[in-house]
């Protein structure tokens, strides 16, 4: 099974893209960004996704890490 939510890995000016269902939905800097996305697409209770792997897949990189280290 793959989840819904995917977070990719930094871009070029760091951020994360953000996609849904394989659509591009926004770049986001942090958790609230994310929350706030998730939210706004109409994710109920949108932060207790964060780790859940049925909903969220963190790609190329660590979770919530948004910059490079």
Avoid: K, Q
Wanted: with cysteine.
């Amino acid at each position: 099974m793959t989840a819904p939510i995917v977070v990719h890995g930094l871009s070029l000016n760091s951020g994360r893209a953000v996609t849904i269902n394989n659509e591009l939905v926004g770049l986001v800097f942090d958790d609230h960004d994310l929350v706030e996305l998730l939210r706004r697409a109409g994710v109920y209770d949108a932060e207790h996704c964060l780790d859940d792997p049925h909903w969220i897949e963190w790609r190329g990189g660590r979770p919530h890490r948004y910059a490079a280290a």
